[in-house]
């Protein structure tokens, strides 16, 4: 059973559109992230959700969003997609803040 | 800027013998570190950790070194084997999220 999965693996979309890529991790973890990697190839955290409390890094446009609807989800939503969105975005859990993560396999988003 | 750095972005090995992969951060008050093991079209998976209590710790054939003095940390892999091919970032927790900050990884090659 995967861990920590992600749905889509790819997601190839035009600018301007509104796309949700989705989370699940089956660990009874209480933490999760949303992580980009840009083009450069640096992992960078988005944001963290620990028990519906959410920690948004202030560098991230408020056109991402994400939405936890439950402790093993969490969602994120893009609005209104721009080229500079293209990476590959990686989902992680862990039992609590400052534990070892586990990551997802990554969604890799084409923004045409 | 970079608070943790991996300043080569590749090596190249031959099978049987050591590599050895350097990494470099910034802020004395990092206490616990890792390494992160990442196949194409994968997550990254935790490989072995440190805490700053310790110089050196040693799981099978992969050892991490740290020098808090020089604030660099090693990991060395021996013997080397053809599946250890694959990009390695070192991380550390930083920051109010308990989120990973990574280095920019390298990519290690191990040729038979």
């Known amino acids: 059973d995967t861990a920590v999965s992600q749905t889509p693996k790819y997601l190839v979309t035009q600018m301007g559109n509104d796309k949700s890529i989705k989370c699940e991790q089956n660990l009874g973890h209480d933490t999760m992230y949303w992580y980009k990697q840009d083009s450069k190839k640096f992992l960078k955290i988005m944001f963290s959700y620990n028990n519906k409390e959410l920690i948004i890094n202030e560098t991230v446009p408020n056109r991402f969003s994400p939405k936890s609807p439950d402790k093993a989800h969490l969602n994120l939503h893009i609005n209104s997609l721009e080229l500079g969105d293209s990476a590959v975005y990686f989902c992680?859990?862990?039992?609590?803040?400052?534990?070892?993560?586990?990551f997802g396999p990554g969604t890799r988003l084409t923004v045409t | 800027d970079q608070q943790v750095k991996q300043n080569s972005p590749s090596l190249s090995v031959q099978e049987g013998r050591i590599s050895i992969l350097n990494c470099d951060y910034t802020?004395?008050?990092?206490?616990?570190f890792l390494w992160y093991k990442k196949y194409p079209a994968e997550g990254p998976t935790f490989l072995i950790s440190?805490?700053?209590?310790?110089d050196k710790n040693e799981d099978g054939r992969f050892t991490v070194f740290l020098n808090k003095s020089a604030k660099h940390l090693s990991l060395h892999i021996v013997p080397s084997q053809p599946g250890d091919s694959a990009v390695y970032f070192c991380?550390?927790?930083?920051?109010?999220?308990?989120?990973?900050?990574f280095g920019k990884g390298t990519k290690l090659s191990v040729k038979p």
């Open positions: 440190i805490s700053s209590i310790k």
């Open positions: 991380a550390t927790y930083g920051g109010s999220q308990g989120n990973l900050i």
């Open positions: 802020n004395s008050m990092f206490d616990y």
């Open positions: 992680a859990s862990s039992p609590n803040r400052g534990n070892e993560q586990y």
